[in-house]
């Protein structure tokens, strides 16, 4: 394994929290689902057709790798489940959150007395019990039955389907594909239902005859009085379990609410003057969100977005130390400050003053709500320009001039990316942060960038020949580029919202564009960028160089001028090295 590759797995690791291994599990729970609910489907065809739907269920789900998977996630997705009733504090009232669990948590008490119909009864004593087996005794048996069935369909669906929205609503395509998503959440279980009822009443009626009887209800298939009464206990001794499971997380909870009562309060001051007294053990959202202080949580919590950053004042070397998790997001987005936490993860232990680094959008609706704007991930490449000797520039000329050769210098960079497919997003001063890949895939983004940086350096020597007789130095510049998973969405306060993008590949994108200077290049781009654009091997000279914030050194292309990055960068195999 290379360095990087080593780097990149290492990264991987520390990026996986308790959130990831649900959502893992919860993947492997709802393609379970999808695929039972599709044969149930088929009942609205025929109970052949069911017949033939469950032969290719079962080889897939019952082969042993497959199988064993499949156990894991249940065991590990319920385990979680229970877990969360303990652990989460506070729930945001204005998600579906506490919804979900709810859910969640019903799902083993509606569905076990099917397992333990068909599967504990196949390992115990040898039921075979395929669709006419299953149907006959919910369809022949006590009406309450069907409901029970019913219940535990539409629960586990609607259970996955939230999940699904929680982890799906970052992504750049969700809002295109939610419709579609939405309908499919709607048809899939209706016809699930469907040929539920379909084949339910064909069984019946089939049942009439002895024939049927005799090759679908033998002993063999639907076991004995004494056999279902073992069922029947096992299942009884599951559910009193299971119940008591749930209590005792209910229990330890009001335990640890006691303790912390006992164990003292901390005080929280935010920044707009606000002092709340809770419990210690709270997150410092779950305090917010508990005595409705808006605080920005685009993720909800999971600490995925890092918009509930906090600044805490004073000193921050008492506070616990960042979870793994706390620690791989900061880093993600570029914070080497100890004073800067996540406020979904950190829990003090003393009384804490912070302010809150970026504000909910208080609109009426999400008044006393917590989360600001959504924003979504994806792929952008960022584009850093910044004018080099504006200071000099502004010592020896009028504020008018100054302003004038900045406006040309900004227009002509802005130019140059509005022609080759980005955005101009932000104006700092003389720098500029510009966007690739809002519309493109990351590839074209990649490609877009570059050749940006050889539009702006053309534009900028023509610049400079039309100053010439104005400016003693001809005005230089140095540019960054660097691509990667960022959030774009809309980030300020009130009517003063703005749309950019956060995230380590833009902040990267800001230091490689100050290294200019220290390599005395005009331009660095990523080799991860300059690879993905498709560019010829070798061309450009590479670098290794370290970035503030990143443990391991970051390999780099350098440009001098405009005339090598144009005559070194054209469209070939791709540098992958
Ligand atoms: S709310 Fe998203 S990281 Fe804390």
């Known amino acids: 394994m290379t360095p990087s590759m080593s780097h990149r797995f290492r990264t991987t690791l520390r990026g996986i929290g308790v959130r990831q291994v649900r959502l ?7 393609s379970y689902l999808l695929s039972h609910f599709l044969n149930h489907a088929l009942g609205n065809i025929s109970l052949e057709a069911l017949a033939a739907g469950v032969g290719y269920h079962l080889v897939f789900w019952q082969f042993l790798p497959v199988a064993v998977l499949f156990y894991a996630a249940v065991l590990t997705h319920g385990g979680l489940g229970v877990w969360a009733l303990y652990q989460r504090r506070q729930f945001s009232r204005t998600t579906l959150e506490p919804l979900q669990l709810l859910l969640g948590l019903s799902i083993p008490a509606l569905i076990f007395s099917h397992i333990a119909g068909v599967r504990i009864g196949h390992v115990l004593y040898g039921h075979e019990k395929l669709y006419p087996q ?5 369809w022949a048996g006590p009406s309450w039955r069907i409901w029970l069935m019913s219940a535990a369909l539409l629960t586990s669906w609607t259970h996955g389907c939230i999940g699904l929205h929680f982890w799906l609503r970052l992504k750049p395509f969700y809002r295109r594909a939610a419709p579609w998503l939405l309908a499919c959440a709607v048809l899939i279980p209706a016809l699930a239902l469907l040929g539920f009822y379909r084949g339910g009443r064909d069984v019946v009626s089939a049942s009439a005859t ?18 279902q009464a073992s069922l029947e206990l096992i299942m009884n001794g599951f559910l009193i379990g299971y119940l008591g499971l749930l209590g005792a997380a209910l229990v330890a909870r009001g335990v640890r609410a006691l303790n912390e009562r006992r164990g003292g309060m901390v005080t929280l001051s935010y920044n707009n003057g606000r002092i709340i007294r809770v419990p210690k053990g709270l997150s410092v959202l779950e305090a917010s969100q508990r005595n409705n202080v808006p605080h920005a949580s685009t993720c909800g919590g999971r600490a995925r977005c890092s918009t509930c950053r906090i600044r805490v004042i004073g000193d921050p070397g008492g506070l616990p130390a960042p979870s793994p998790r706390e620690a791989f997001v900061l880093a993600q987005v570029g914070v080497e400050d100890p004073s800067i936490r996540l406020a979904c993860q950190l829990r003090p232990t003393h009384d804490l003053s912070f302010f809150q680094l970026f504000m909910p959008n208080l609109t009426p609706g999400e008044r006393g709500g917590q989360r600001s704007g959504i924003g979504q991930e994806r792929y952008l490449v960022s584009l850093f320009v910044d004018m080099r000797g504006s200071t000099s520039l502004a010592e020896k000329r009028l504020p008018f001039d100054v302003v004038f050769i900045v406006n040309r210098f900004l227009g002509a960079v802005s130019q140059a990316v509005l022609s080759h497919g980005g955005q101009p997003n932000q104006f700092v001063g003389d720098g500029m942060l510009a966007l690739f890949g809002l519309a493109v895939d990351p590839q074209m983004a990649c490609r877009q960038a570059i050749e940006a940086a050889q539009a702006i350096a053309t534009n900028i020597a023509e610049l400079n020949s039309v100053l010439s007789h104005d400016l003693q130095d001809p005005i230089g510049f140095g540019i960054g580029i660097h691509g990667g998973e960022v959030i774009v969405g809309e980030i300020g306060y009130r009517d003063h919202m703005v749309f950019t993008a956060l995230g380590d590949a833009v902040n990267v994108a800001s230091r490689l564009q100050d290294m200019t200077k220290t390599l005395g290049c005009q331009v660095i781009i990523s080799a991860d960028v300059y690879a993905r654009a498709g560019l010829a091997a070798g061309m450009l000279p590479q670098h290794e160089v370290e970035i503030r914030g990143r443990a391991e050194p970051m390999r780099v292309r350098t440009a001098m001028d405009a005339v090598e990055l144009a005559r070194q960068t054209r469209p070939g195999e791709g540098d992958v090295a």
Do not use: D, K, T
């Open 134 to 138: 299953v149907l006959y005794s919910y």
């Open 210 to 227: 002895p024939q049927w009887r005799a090759e679908n209800l033998s002993v063999r298939q639907m076991g004995v009085p004494s056999e």
């Open 24 to 30: 893992v599990c919860g993947i492997i729970l709802f």
